[in-house]
């Protein structure tokens, strides 16, 4: 069975500074999606970054990076410029092709002025 | 509508009594995922839907927890007995088609007591 492992239950990092939060995750599919999701205090979740496997190139979305190593099976997120909004806490999340959606346990991330 | 929609948001029940959430996903999106969520922790998968068809049933915690879906719209999730350790938010998400971007609901907050 696929599994999805963040292996830092916390983070902090201090305002302006860059930070990465780690994912490792488990498979015998070839075909496959992975994804960080955001969940603030509010409890609303929001999608972060998106990456599909058979792209070799790393996703990012403005401030946000990853690096994606498909040997390896590590799905890393950076974080440039820490702003405080960004903290929350962070899942990775594992997709196969037509089939559910797995998440890891998370790491809260805690921006410091 | 707009977003996923959840109800109630809240619910407080008393142990052994059954209870029913609702989530009415976003117009024309195929696929719909209940998670479960303990205090802190990360996301609990339980079951997702393609259309009115569940092919992975398998996070469902006991034979106490059933959900359906009809009209390939809105999903119901029920608990039959419930149970302190059912305390949690249950959260819903949709999208079209599977592993795309998820749009997640706000959760339901469930307490047993």
């Known amino acids: 069975a696929q599994t999805v492992t963040q292996s830092q239950p916390e983070m902090s990092v201090q305002e302006a500074e860059t930070v990465t939060l780690s994912c490792t995750y488990d498979?015998?599919?070839?075909?496959?999606?992975l994804f960080w999701y955001k969940q603030p205090p509010s409890r609303q979740m929001i999608l972060v970054i998106r990456?599909?496997?058979?792209?070799?190139q790393n996703a990012t979305e403005n401030r946000f990076s990853v690096n994606f190593q498909k040997a390896a099976k590590s799905f890393s997120l950076k974080i440039s410029d820490s702003q405080l909004g960004d903290a929350a806490m962070y899942f990775c999340a594992y997709g196969d092709r037509d089939d559910k959606i797995i998440f890891g346990k998370g790491t809260r991330l805690h921006i410091l002025p | 509508g707009a977003g996923v929609s959840q109800s109630p948001s809240n619910k407080v029940t008393e142990k052994g009594k059954d209870v029913e959430l609702r989530c009415d996903p976003i117009s024309g999106h195929t696929a719909l995922y209940w998670y479960r969520q303990s205090l802190g922790q990360g996301l609990e998968f339980l079951i997702y839907?393609?259309?009115?068809?569940?092919?992975?049933k398998s996070g469902l915690p006991s034979d106490r927890f059933s959900a359906e879906r009809t009209g390939g719209s809105v999903s119901t999730l029920t608990i039959q007995r419930t149970q302190q350790e059912d305390s949690a938010v249950y959260l819903c998400?949709?999208?079209?088609?599977?592993?795309?971007?998820?749009?997640f609901g706000s959760g339901t907050q469930l307490s047993v007591l």
């Open positions: 498979t015998s599919e070839s075909d496959y999606y």
């Open positions: 998400a949709s999208s079209l088609p599977t592993n795309e971007k998820l749009f």
């Open positions: 839907f393609q259309g009115n068809s569940a092919p992975d």
């Open positions: 990456q599909e496997a058979y792209k070799q």
